[in-house]
C-alpha cells in the first residue's frame, strides 16, 4: 500500500511540475504561421501611423519655410483638404486597430498632448481643422521587417512575445521581439515597429 501511495504522489509531483513549466515558458496561443498572418497586416498599417506619428507626419498646406519664426519651436498649418485623415478623432480610429491602448498612449501623448511642456505635434483649430506643426520635422524610417521569417519566442493568454529578422537602413540588424496582444478578440501591436 505504501507503495501506491508513493507512486501516486511521484506522479501528482511529477504532473504538477510539468504543468507548471509548459504553462510558465512556451506555451503560445498562436503558432509562427498564425504570426505571420498577423504581422502581414499589421506591419503595413504600423509603417503608416509610424509615419503620422514619429515620420514625415500628415501633408500640410503649402508654407514659406522663410517666413517660420527662428525663436519658438512650433508652427502650426492646416493638413490639406485632400489627406486621408483630417481629424485627430481619424487618426485615433486607424491606430487604435493596428496597436494597443497602452503603447498608443505614450504616442497620444507625444503627439496630441505635448511632453514636458512642448507643444503637440497635431491640434485642431478653432474651426476644427486638423493641423500639423511643421517646426517638427520627425524622423526617416528605415526598418524593414522579414515577416516570413517571424517565430513565436514565448506567450501565455492574450499575449505573444515573436522575434522578427529586420533590416535598418539596408543593412542586417538581427532580430527584434515584437508583443503580440488581443484586445476585444483581436491581436494588435504592443510594440514599437519603427
Known sequence: ????????????????SL?????CTAFSPL????????????IPRSAEINEIFWGR??????YDESELPRSIN???????????????????????????????????QW??????????????????????????????????FHIEEARVKSGYGDSVTVIVPADVEGEPYGDIELVLVRENGVWLLDSPTY
Open 74 to 108: 512650433w508652427k502650426y498649418y492646416e493638413v490639406t483638404s485632400d489627406c486621408k485623415y483630417q481629424s485627430i478623432a481619424e487618426i485615433d480610429a486607424a491606430a487604435s486597430q493596428v496597436f494597443t491602448y497602452k503603447y498608443l498612449q505614450i504616442m497620444y
Open 111 to 144: 503627439a496630441f498632448l505635448g511632453i514636458d511642456g512642448g507643444m503637440p505635434r497635431y491640434s485642431e483649430n478653432d474651426k476644427g481643422k486638423l493641423e500639423r506643426n511643421v517646426m517638427d520635422n520627425g524622423f526617416e524610417y528605415s526598418t524593414v
Open 1 to 16: 500500500m505504501k507503495r501506491i501511495i508513493s507512486t501516486i504522489m511521484l506522479c501528482t509531483v511529477l504532473l504538477t
Open 57 to 62: 507626419g500628415l501633408p500640410t498646406v503649402e
Open 31 to 42: 503558432n509562427d504561421e498564425q504570426v505571420r498572418e498577423i504581422l502581414r497586416d499589421l
Open 19 to 23: 504543468w507548471i513549466t509548459v504553462s
